[in-house]
């Protein structure tokens, strides 16, 4: 049997070859950043970040004896880092020692390697407004569970947010974390005063918070408002359990509860002053539940505060990064762990404003308001009964 050939390509006028050659060169970036970011995590969780602020400007020996790791393998981190611009040369390289003539240069042994304090905070500091740390440990968690989203596909059906594991978890809840610690506070001081008062007056006010993920939501009102008692949920028992470790290690667990539910079958005692469903509706199959159950939940006159995504109202394609970025979100986590719990609605990471409007009045709020906050990702939705 004579093998059949490949069919030759179609022939590729001047625009199309410039089309390529952009994609290519584009791919090829997104490979070189994703290569980085793993190099990023190596640094994290071996520790080797954090060596080189408590110790200084390490060489490859000295890195490798505080941070318990091979030489070579130090050594060759080092210089890989500092050629991504992510650690410098603490001395000229091959110029760290004095040489006598003739003798031969100073080999990588010898230099000394700094990480700067913008770049240590942005590593190590979780709770920084320009913390990155969650974004290799993202990247590397959608990786993980890419086989089991790609077999979803065909058959249509979903991916348990469980599924996802440990770094989906964490690198959600410190992508969010800085926010909540942050931006908490000044959002319902500025944009929500009547819910500001009620929350540092007498009797203690009491919150729901749906879908509390890992805790930082909770821990942030926690901290914004010291007379609160909070009543914390989700649907996920791994993230009730970091939430209930991160609010003790953050000191207000006395304050806030923690238990597993399902908010469209709420098992709570309220009225509340104020609930909130942080960054979470669009992953719900059931909004529209989850809304009404929190609306016969609100204390007269008290407002349920969402925040969800800052996407464009109508598609748009090419889309602006924050918009790609949410769109691959989608793609990878939210739509297939919304159709993991039902598939009545399926809004995935682009939830427009028209739509979660729509959710409200059929959940039977009478009124919304889109708050005027400024934010690069999140818009904040103000529903009243």
């Known amino acids: 049997m004579t093998p059949t050939s490949t069919p030759p390509g179609p022939v590729l006028n001047a625009e199309d070859t410039m089309q390529r050659d952009a994609l290519s060169e584009r791919m090829f970036m997104s490979l070189l950043n994703g290569i980085e970011m793993l190099t990023i995590q190596m640094g994290i969780e071996l520790g080797l970040y954090a060596a080189l602020v408590n110790n200084g400007p390490c060489t490859s020996s000295q890195l490798s004896e505080k941070a318990g790791i091979h030489e070579r393998y130090a050594r060759e981190w080092l210089e890989q880092q500092a050629a991504a611009n992510i650690l410098v040369v603490d001395q000229p390289v091959d110029q760290t020692v004095t040489q006598e003539k003739n003798a031969a240069p100073a080999d990588g042994k010898t230099r000394a390697y700094l990480l700067p304090a913008g770049h240590a905070e942005a590593l190590l500091d979780p709770d920084s407004a320009g913390a990155m740390v969650a974004a290799p440990t993202a990247l590397i968690g959608l990786a993980k569970v890419l086989p089991t989203v790609i077999k979803a596909y065909p058959s249509g059906e979903g991916v348990p947010f469980a599924d996802y594991g440990q770094l989906i978890r964490h690198g959600i809840g410190n992508f969010n974390r800085p926010e909540f610690v942050h931006g908490t506070q000044k959002w319902i001081r500025e944009f929500l005063p009547d819910v500001n008062t009620r929350l540092h007056a007498a009797p203690s006010a009491k919150v729901l918070d ?114 790609r970025f949410l769109y691959g979100w989608s793609v990878l986590h939210c739509l297939p762990a919304t159709r993991a719990e039902g598939t009545e609605v ?29 934010h690069d990702f999140w818009r904040f939705y103000r529903l009243n009964p």
């Not at 399926?346 to 009124?367: M, Q, V």
Request: hydrophobic share 45%.
């Open 346 to 374: 399926e809004a995935g990471t682009i939830l427009r404003s028209h739509t979660l409007l729509e959710y409200a009045e059929e959940a039977g709020f009478s009124k919304v308001d889109i708050l005027p906050i400024e």
């Open 210 to 323: 749906i879908a509390c993920g890992t805790g930082w939501s909770s821990i942030g009102l926690a901290r914004a408002f010291p007379e609160i008692t909070i009543d914390s949920i989700d649907l996920d028992e791994a993230s009730i359990t970091d939430a209930r470790r991160n609010a003790a290690a953050a000191g207000v667990l006395d304050r806030l509860s923690f238990s597993v539910q399902d908010a469209t079958a709420l098992e709570v005692s309220g009225p509340y002053d104020l609930i909130c469903i942080f960054k979470a509706l669009h992953d719900m199959a059931h909004p529209v539940e989850t809304l009404r159950n929190a609306r016969l939940l609100l204390q007269k006159g008290a407002p349920l505060l969402v925040v969800d995504e800052q996407v464009c109202d109508t598609f748009t394609a090419p889309a602006d990064p924050v918009e």
